[in-house]
């Protein structure tokens, strides 16, 4: 994270979202919005007293709603940058009339500034690299046996990794978030959402048989004398050094149960997890402290906006689809767009970085050269007989087809017309335009009518 | 035009029991295409009547080629992408 | 004038154990706008191309219609070898005879053989009506934008910045790091993931 910051050659946009693309390979138009921090990160410090003083607490989204957060925050205390910024909907200055300015009172620095605006800046890029990450299924909405989220000692994973993490909300300790006792008996359930057709997705979320193992060992380490449970459907360990970690978790003591759990019932401050296991054929009943939920990998919010924003597809999971699934995992049909990490499907950590560097070689290879030859196959548009109806332009899938006015000269009089036209640079060549005109004006080079028609007469011989 | 000429005269039907249809096959590049290939890399037998056609994608297969086919005696055809 | 050359490749003997390619020759050379036919043990080697080369300069050929593997494969190939003969790239076609006909053909050689001359018949049909296409080129800024700075933008963002290109890094958080910065000790060596 430091070295991403710190590296000269990187500017780093932070609270900042990508409103509008146009362009093509080698020159896309980008329009960047930075929202309105609050606070002028060139005169803070960072020295954290208008956190301290701010009277407004919210709950903590990035710990995942375990502690409270004030209305001007830092994430954690090692983000980057490590300055504030002020959450306008939740701030009393700006939900109550300017009736609080602690912070700017307090600010040794004077870098509070509740006048900023939003800033939209507008810049031109040759390459596109799209790593938007995945956020969690919500399960809450989905599993009603497991409490539909109202017992607050059934947590996902992700609210157990803020626990263990020592600058989370409680500083490394695994904690009830009922009652803040440790938990002696702890229960994961595995695939939820994943691999679960009535309730979740259909595929394997991959990386939750690994973080299971993870946090069983996290237990057994952390809490002396403690008991893990994990329900599972498969146990899958596809990779370096993964299957041995898993089974040091099942030596240290974790004790895998086989089998979906049907129910969580809570009783008095414990839990009581109703399920089967499939390899005995009889019912099991544990009584657990603490019950995790292993929550699939979902594509994170608002990346279809962006899908749409750039023109990439998106699987029936709302994961970015890649050019091929083999050969060029990382690019996009959109030539100049490629793809990193899990927006393009379900990854560890390992993958996603492969990925990302990967990504990073294809920018770089269209970098090393000053201008790039284009796929010739594009659609091109028989100007006398287009009719201007623009069928064409809507079903492009890549936004290459445009409207434009062409003056022509017709019995001595100069007549305005409206056509069709292609930024060769954004066709990709798919002609579905050519299937969709019905003046038959478009034409797509090297898979012309005449020619598909010349091979569809010789098949028929 | 010439391509028919050369065309030599039709088979008379074969017996019920040996007769094959012709199907034409427009397959997009990047995945129907692509799926015929992995079939013969997966040596993944099928008739030999099935014509495949390259197009760069199934929204390519314009209804004149399909009508054009059947004109031509085509008994199938098949868009996949 | 069409003059459309075509050149059977064995593939060693992954088309030829199958297709008979000597009466695929004498067949293909019926074919209108036919005016060249060879067979070549394996067409994409130096010896191959250079038999394409060669043919097309001796004999005036103007179209090429290559009867190998898939065009998947080696139309890059062979799209250079026809620039090397002096003929535009996209004059070429391929019939594709491996994978979608000796490979899944094999038990029945006949058959396999027929529809062999079938797809050069098409093929040489298509190619008769190609025509030179001009690659267009732009202008390329050499400069990156990443959407997202978890563990994948930041990575890709210094893999570029480190090959000496400015790179925007664009983020709707306010801090880097993503969800892995959220995580505490990661599998399976268990280093921390800040």
Request: aromatic fraction near 0%.
């Given at each position: 994270m430091v070295a991403a910051s710190q590296h000269p050659n990187i500017t780093l946009m932070t609270y900042s979202e990508v409103e509008e693309v146009g362009g093509y390979v080698g020159n896309f138009r980008v329009k960047i919005r930075q929202k309105a921090k609050s606070v002028n990160h060139d005169l803070c410090t960072g020295c954290g007293i208008c956190w301290e003083k701010c009277p407004n607490t919210i709950l903590n989204e990035y710990n995942q709603g375990l502690n409270l957060r004030k209305a001007i925050y830092i994430r954690f205390p090692q983000a980057v940058p490590n300055k504030p910024v002020i959450d306008r909907e939740n701030c009393r200055q700006f939900q109550m009339d300017g009736k609080c300015g602690v912070c700017k009172e307090v600010c040794q620095a004077g870098a509070i500034d509740y006048e900023q605006q939003d800033l939209i800046l507008e810049e031109e890029f040759g390459s596109i690299v799209v790593a938007t990450g995945f956020d969690l299924f919500a399960w809450e909405k989905a599993y009603g046996e497991y409490g539909y989220g109202k017992y607050p000692d059934v947590i996902s994973g992700l609210q157990f990794e803020r626990m263990s993490n020592s600058s989370g909300p409680t500083e490394g300790k695994i904690l009830r978030p009922s009652d803040g006792k440790e938990p002696q008996r702890v229960v994961f359930i595995k695939c939820v959402g994943s691999r679960d057709d009535a309730k979740g997705k259909s595929y394997c979320s991959k990386v939750c048989c690994m973080y299971t193992a993870k946090h069983a060992h996290q237990v057994l380490e952390k809490i002396e004398g403690s008991e893990v449970y994990v329900f599972y459907i498969d146990v899958r360990t596809p990779g370096k050094g993964y299957e041995e970690f898993y089974r040091h978790s099942l030596e240290e003591g974790a004790l895998y149960i086989r089998g979906r759990v049907s129910n969580i019932i809570p009783k008095n401050s414990s839990l009581i997890v109703r399920g089967e296991d499939t390899l005995l054929g009889r019912q099991v009943e544990v009584e657990a402290d603490l019950v995790v939920l292993a929550t699939a990998m979902t594509p994170s919010y608002g990346s279809d906006a962006v899908a749409r924003m750039i023109g990439i597809g998106t699987d029936k999971d709302g994961f970015f689809e890649e050019a091929h699934p083999k050969l060029r995992p990382v690019e996009c049909h959109t030539a100049g767009v490629y793809l990193a990490g899990t927006c393009q499907g379900v990854k560890d950590i390992p993958d996603t970085v492969s990925q990302a560097s990967g990504s990073a070689v294809k920018v770089c290879a269209l970098f090393s050269v000053d201008e790039r030859e284009l796929d010739p196959l594009t659609s091109s548009v028989n100007e006398s007989i287009c009719s201007g109806c623009s069928t064409c332009v809507l079903v492009c899938p890549f936004k290459a087809i445009e409207i434009k006015t062409v003056t022509e000269r017709f019995y001595g009089q100069t007549l305005q017309r409206q056509v069709a036209a292609v930024n060769e640079a954004l066709c990709q060549g798919c002609g579905t335009c050519t299937a969709a005109c019905r003046s038959g004006a478009i034409n797509l080079k090297g898979f012309t009518n005449e020619q598909i028609l010349a091979e569809v007469k010789a098949a028929c011989l | 035009m010439s391509l028919e000429k050369t065309t030599a005269p039709k088979p008379a039907p074969a017996q019920p029991g040996n007769w094959e249809p012709k199907i034409i096959a427009f397959c997009c590049h990047w995945c129907a295409y692509t799926a015929a290939d992995l079939a013969g890399l997966s040596r993944i037998q099928y008739p030999a009547a099935v014509r495949i056609i390259r197009v760069p994608c199934s929204g390519r297969a314009n209804p004149q080629f399909i009508l054009k086919a059947f004109q031509k005696g085509a008994d199938g055809i098949l868009v996949a992408g | 004038m069409k003059r459309v050359g075509v050149f059977i490749c064995h593939c060693g003997s992954n088309i030829s154990a199958v297709v008979d390619v000597n009466s695929v020759a004498e067949a293909a050379k019926?074919?209108?706008?036919?005016a060249y036919v060879t067979h070549y043990k394996y067409m994409c080697s130096d010896p191959g191309q250079e038999e394409i080369v060669k043919a097309v300069n001796e004999h005036n050929l103007n179209r090429v219609v290559v009867a190998s593997c898939s065009p998947r494969l080696h139309e890059p190939t062979f799209q250079k070898t026809l620039q090397r003969a002096g003929l535009n790239p996209y004059l070429l076609e391929i019939a594709n005879i491996r994978e979608q006909c000796s490979w899944v053909h094999s038990k029945f050689k006949d058959l396999a053989t027929a529809k062999a001359i079938a797809l050069i018949r098409m093929m040489v049909a298509k190619a008769a009506e190609n025509v030179p296409l001009l690659r267009p080129s732009v202008y390329i800024r050499k400069k990156a934008l990443v959407i997202g700075g978890g563990i994948a933008g930041m990575q890709a963002a210094l893999d570029i910045a480190d090959a000496g290109y400015p790179v925007v890094l664009v983020e709707r958080d306010n801090t880097i790091g993503g969800k892995m910065a959220m995580l505490d000790k990661t599998f399976p060596t268990l280093d921390c993931s800040a």
């Open positions: - | - | 019926k074919i209108p706008n036919v």
